[in-house]
């Protein structure tokens, strides 16, 4: 059962994530990356965001399908995804593939309060992984309830 998050609690965390040279801003859903603006479909996005929740952590094939596709999801959607953003990515952050478990971004997404402080953010963020956990309304109430600031 996904978990309802408030517009509050949504709109309290950061709006823009730097991941290497690319920034990536929540509400619009778009991720910049050396000048070139994309702009993501929701699932694109979703799996972004689960990912950059987890930075660091492998996350599982099937947390990934269950968070951003629920029933619909396939095997084959979530790699066209991931092969997606990988090319939209480039060389700024690489999302590496866990043989037979699943996924895990090798940045750390650093908050910044605009797009064109990213790179000044490497020394002056917080990194409280709180701050910086981007991955909300695709929770489910099991992971939610210990990643949450209460």
């Not at 996350?59 to 999801?73: A, K, N, P, S």
């Not at 084959?76 to 478990?101: D, F, H, N, W, Y």
Request: glycine share 6%.
């Amino acid at each position: 059962m996904n978990r309802i998050v408030t517009d509050l609690e949504y709109r309290s965390t950061p709006r823009h994530f730097a991941l290497g040279d690319a920034v990536f801003d929540r509400f619009t859903r778009t991720l910049s990356v050396a000048g070139r603006e994309h702009r993501l479909e929701p699932r694109l996005a979703g799996v972004l965001e689960c990912l950059m929740a987890e930075a660091g952590i492998p996350v599982t094939r099937e947390t990934l399908l269950d968070q951003v596709w629920g029933q619909d999801g396939s095997d084959e959607a979530l790699t066209q995804s991931v092969s997606r953003l990988r090319r939209m990515l480039g060389a700024s952050c690489e999302i590496r593939t866990m043989p037979k478990i699943g996924y895990v971004l090798m940045a750390d997404p650093v908050p910044v309060e605009r797009p064109d402080m990213a790179r000044e953010t490497d020394e002056t963020a917080s990194h409280d992984r709180h701050a910086r956990y981007p991955c909300g309304p695709a929770l489910s109430s099991a992971r939610s309830a210990w990643r949450w600031p209460v």
